[in-house]
C-alpha cells in the first residue's frame, strides 16, 4: 500500500513584520523561494519538525503560534504525493544563514511576497498565512 509523504513548512514571522523565505539549493524547483520545510523524520512529531527543518535550513530559532492549514492535493510535490502541516511560527533566537537545502535565507515583506514565483503551493499556504494575520490584527 502506498501513503503520502508528511513534511511540515514554517511561516517566520519576524520583529519588523517580514517574513523569511529560503532560496531552494536542489530540485525540485531548484533556484525558487519556498518556506522553509521538509520531511517528518520517523518517530517526530510535526511540531519538533518544524522547529528542526527552521534551524536546519535557516539557523533561527522558533517558536509555533498556530496551525496555518494542512496541504494536501496530490500534484503539489512533482516527487509525489506528499502532505504537508503549516505553521505560522514567530523567530525568537538565531541569525538567519542559509544551510543545508537552502542556498539563500532573506526576509521579505508581504508585497514583495506577493510579486515572487514560489515553490510548490507556497504562494496558496502564504495567502492563508495572511489571512490569518489580518484577522488577529483586528
Known sequence: MKSPYLTVDAVILCEDDSIVLIKRKYDPYKGSWALPGGFVEWGETVES??????????????????????????????RGHTVTVCYLTRKIGGNLKADTDASIAQHFKKDEILKLKLAFDHDVI?????KLLNRSKT
Open 49 to 78: 519538525a518544524v522547529v528542526r527543518e527552521v534551524k536546519e535550513e535557516t539557523g533561527l530559532e522558533v517558536d509555533i503560534i498556530e496551525l496555518v492549514g494542512v496541504y494536501s492535493d496530490p500534484g503539489r510535490d512533482p
Open 126 to 130: 502564504l495567502k492563508d498565512a495572511f
